[in-house]
Structure formats: structure tokens, C-alpha cells
């Protein structure tokens, strides 16, 4: 996906009918704070007028233009135009996102936009609240300083509203900007864990080990400051759920088989944890596996850490490592060792849906193995967690599951 050439800021001021434009050069890799600056002198103008502070004492036109455009959310884009007398554009329907097998879930070239206007009732607060952040993205640039989301949430809680409002439009300024949310100067505190055969220096110069027995570590908010990354692991597994991440550490896993590194996003994995899965891939290419339950949520988890998520298409080649694979637990591998039904549950009309929406996905065309696993599973209507290997015995999984599909190649 190539970058935008040049951006364009006009500012038009009434009273003297001078028109004062400054072209900025986007570079991939540093905020432009520059348009920061001129976005910040006009927060306050648009902040008091539209929360009803004071009455404003000018017009305001403010138009971002781009080479091309992208989008969040794979839905929407926000090309940020302020003027008078105009119609409000209204959102369009249409698809953005396209599927590279090298890559994943990518941004399309060609993106419809939409409109968030200061004179318009539809969108002047949502106009408002992209002016305030980026007034904050501004003064953590310029100090050199760091916050997480809810930091900035709880800096205006009245003027926000919720932390979901915040975390949006933080998005949709990283996607218009075209630049990792830690370039804005804004981190989030990460749930993932990781363990295993791994040690490296952060940003602070403390080393950390990760050696499996021990007290599992946190994954770090800066994966982008981390480095000399050193292991012996012969492959990486990426576990879906805290619990038998933890069962797995209690077993010793990572040095009984052979050794390994484990990562666990406790569920939908967190930004952190995708861009450390991406570091260690892109240092060590080791082999990569995923160990999910074997339903459409944890099917749903998988195609992330592989593909990518439409949310954060735009990110596409930091996040995703299409060299992950799948190996368990599979729907076949539950018939195939004979899990009692008692352990397993039926499929709800939800699940069902979730099941269909997956199969439509590009990328599922070219994973035909997938595919037929899926289809398995819609066809028994039923859906099993991994802890119901427990019932063939305490340590099943990590003595008997893992080490054979590893032995075996049992991925797909």
C-alpha cells in the first residue's frame, strides 16, 4: 500500500479574507506535528462553540486532502471538511478491505470517505471530539510523553462520554494519518502473557526472561522498544485462553516437549500482543501455531493473529503473520479421539452465523483444509472447548495432544 504524496491544510479567515496554506510531506515513520499544531489552533474555537461555551466570531473551513484515501473499520473514512452552506455527505456503503495471501487483510487503493463537519448537527460533536484528541495527541508529541486510551478518556470523561467513543476516533486518526497508534504517542496497558525460551532488553535497558516455571511476564505496551531478542525455541505456540496458557506452564510444557515460546492474548488478542506475536516471527522465524477452542469464536481468534481484522486493516503489515497455522483444536481431532458428548455443546443460531460469515472470507478459499474443518463442524452442530480433553485424562493435553500433533505435523 503506497503512502500519500502531500497534505494539504486550508484555513480561511472572513474578516481579512486571507487564505493561509501550508503542504506538509507525510513521513511513514514520525507524526506529523505540524498539523497537529494547526488542528490545535482551531480546537478550542470549535470545542467551546459546539458544547455551547461561547458563540464563534468567525468561519472555520478546515478539508484534508489526500492522494488517495483510507478507511476504518473497513466502513468508513473521515476526510475532516468544515464550510457553510453545503449538504451533509452521508456514509456509503462499500467494501474496503482486500485480501493478500502474503500479507492478510489489507487496505484497498481506492476508499469512499465520509464526511464530519463542524456546521452540520449530524457530526459537529463528533467534529469536536476528533479536534480535542488530536489537541491532545499534540501536547504528549511535543512533551515527549505517553498515555494510554482510558488516560485520555478520563482527561474530558464529560466530553466523551464512554472509552468506546475514545478508542474509535483514536482509530480513525491513526488510519487518516496513516500511522501506528504508538506514533500518536498513545499506548494501551496489554493483557497478554508470554513465557517460554525468550529473553530481551526494553526500552528502559532492564532484561527480562521469560523462562518457562517462572512467574509468566507481561507483555510489553512498547513492543517497538524492545530488542535483543534471544531464544532457542524451535517453534511458537499461541494459546487462545489464560487457563490453559496457565495449565500448560503448570504442566512445564514449554521444556518437557522441547523448547518453545507460548503467548496467550486471553481471548480477542489485545494490539501488544499481535505486534509481539508479529516481532518474534519477523526475528526468529520459527514455526508458529495456533491452539484454539475448536468453535467459531475461537476460529474467529486464529484468522487475527493469521490474517489480520478489518478493524485494523490499515496496520496490516505490522500485525499479521500469514505463516501461522492450525493445530488444534480441530473439530475432527473430537471425533477422531472420541470426546463424550457430555463434553461438548450444541452450536447456537449464533455460532451458526458467526460460522457462516467466516466461510465467506476470502482467505478461506485458498485454506481448504480450514474449510472442510469448519464444515465438519457446522454439520455436527456442536463445538467443544479445549479443557474437554480433560476428560480423557488430567494431562492429556499437554502430554499426550501436543507432543503427537507436533510429532505427527497434525496442523493444518
Known amino acids: 500500500m503506497k503512502c500519500f504524496k502531500t497534505l494539504c491544510i ?44 461561547s458563540a464563534p466570531t468567525g468561519r472555520l473551513t478546515l478539508r484534508l486532502r489526500w492522494g488517495f484515501t483510507v478507511c476504518r473499520r ?49 457530526s459537529a460533536h463528533k467534529f469536536a471530539l476528533i479536534l480535542k484528541i488530536l489537541s491532545m495527541i499534540y501536547k504528549l508529541v511535543q512533551s515527549n510523553t505517553y498515555a494510554t486510551k482510558r488516560d485520555i478518556y478520563y482527561m474530558d470523561s464529560q466530553l466523551f462520554g464512554s472509552q468506546t467513543v475514545v478508542d474509535s ?26 513465557a517460554g525460551n525468550l529473553s530481551y532488553v526494553e526500552e528502559d535497558g532492564t532484561r527480562v526472561s521469560c523462562t518457562c516455571g517462572a512467574t509468566v511476564v507481561a507483555v510489553p505496551s512498547n513492543i517497538q522498544g524492545i530488542r535483543n531478542l534471544i531464544t532457542d ?91 501461522v497455522r492450525w493445530l488444534g483444536l480441530l473439530p475432527s481431532d473430537v471425533s477422531r479421539l472420541h470426546v ?20 465467506k472470507r476470502p482467505y478461506i478459499a485458498c485454506q481448504p483444509l480450514w474449510r472442510a474443518e469448519m464444515e465438519a463442524m457446522a454439520s455436527s452442530k456442536v463445538k467443544a472447548g479445549i479443557q474437554a480433553l480433560t476428560v480423557l485424562s488430567a494431562d492429556y493435553l499437554s502430554r499426550v495432544y501436543l507432543p503427537n500433533k507436533l510429532k505427527s505435523g497434525g496442523w493444518i
Not at 500518536?184 to 497478554?192: D, E, R
Open 10 to 53: 486550508l484555513i480561511v479567515c472572513p474578516r481579512n479574507k486571507r487564505t493561509c496554506a501550508h503542504t506538509l510531506h507525510n513521513q511513514r515513520n514520525l507524526f506529523t506535528s505540524h498539523l497537529i499544531l494547526l488542528l490545535c489552533v482551531c480546537v478550542r474555537f470549535c470545542a467551546d462553540w459546539i458544547t455551547g461555551r
Open 74 to 122: 473497513g466502513r468508513e473514512v473521515y476526510g475532516v471538511s468544515c464550510s457553510e452552506g453545503k449538504p451533509v455527505s452521508s456514509p456509503l456503503a462499500f467494501h474496503n478491505g482486500r485480501f493478500a495471501e502474503s500479507a492478510g487483510l489489507q487496505m484497498a487503493p481506492h476508499c469512499t470517505t465520509r464526511k464530519v463537519r463542524s456546521d452540520s448537527q449530524r
Open 169 to 194: 476516533i483514536i482509530d480513525d486518526i491513526s488510519c487518516m494519518l496513516k500511522v501506528p497508534r504508538r506514533s500518536l504517542h498513545i499506548s494501551s496497558t496489554s493483557k497478554g502473557l508470554i
Open 233 to 323: 525455541a524451535k517453534f511458537l505456540l499461541i494459546v487462545e485462553k489464560d487457563a490453559t496458557f496457565q495449565r500448560l506452564l503448570d504442566d512445564n510444557f514449554c521444556s518437557r516437549m522441547s523448547p518453545c515460546i507460548m503467548v496467550t492474548g486471553k481471548g480477542t488478542p489485545d494490539l501488544s500482543t499481535r505486534l509481539l506475536v508479529k516481532k518474534l516471527w519477523d526475528t526468529f522465524h520459527i514455526p508458529a501455531f495456533t491452539l484454539v477452542d475448536a468453535d467459531p469464536h475461537g476460529i474467529e481468534i486464529m484468522c487475527i493473529y493469521k490474517y489480520g481484522s478489518m478493524s485494523m486493516c490499515f496496520e496490516a503489515h505490522h500485525l499479521t503473520v500469514p505463516a
Open 340 to 359: 463424550p458428548k457430555d463434553s461438548l455443546i450444541p452450536l447456537t443460531k449464533r455460532d451458526l452465523m458467526k460460522l457462516d460469515s467466516i466461510l
